[in-house]
């Protein structure tokens, strides 16, 4: 199984940008996927999370209203939409995939088994 994370860059208080994670791998599909972030000097922490059918999502608290996760299963990509970005977003943003099939949302990093190289986001006040 591989990750692949793309999308990340520079951009203004307020504004918009949509990180894309590509899939490989048989099983992908069938497990939940999530977001997490890194920003310097600080422990990784969860962003988002979405089950292995797309039904179910979940955010942190500090996204919420703003971040938008999202997933195309014939694709086998994972997605997350980031409108009204903040200083405080700026971070290497990592995709990871739930070690389990048929999986839920999951918040805690200690049950995702692979991730992506993470992406960096910087957001200029």
């Known amino acids: 199984v591989q990750l692949q994370a793309s999308g990340g860059g520079l951009v203004q208080a307020g504004g918009s940008l949509r990180l894309s994670c590509a899939v490989s791998?048989?099983?992908?599909?069938?497990?939940?996927m999530g977001w997490f972030r890194q920003a310097p000097g600080k422990e990784r922490e969860f962003v988002a999370s979405?089950?292995?059918?797309?039904?179910?999502?979940y955010y942190a608290d500090f996204v919420k209203g703003r971040f938008t996760i999202s997933r195309d299963k014939a694709a086998n990509t994972v997605s997350l939409k980031m409108n009204d970005l903040k200083p405080e977003d700026t971070a290497v943003y990592y995709c990871?995939?739930?070690?389990?099939?048929?999986?839920?949302?999951?918040?805690?990093?200690?049950?995702?088994?692979?991730w992506g190289q993470g992406t960096q986001v910087t957001v200029s006040s």
């Open positions: 990871a995939r739930r070690g389990q099939r048929f999986s839920t949302i999951e918040i805690q990093e200690r049950f995702y088994d692979y």
């Open positions: 791998g048989r099983t992908v599909s069938l497990a939940a």
């Open positions: 979405i089950s292995w059918t797309g039904g179910s999502t």
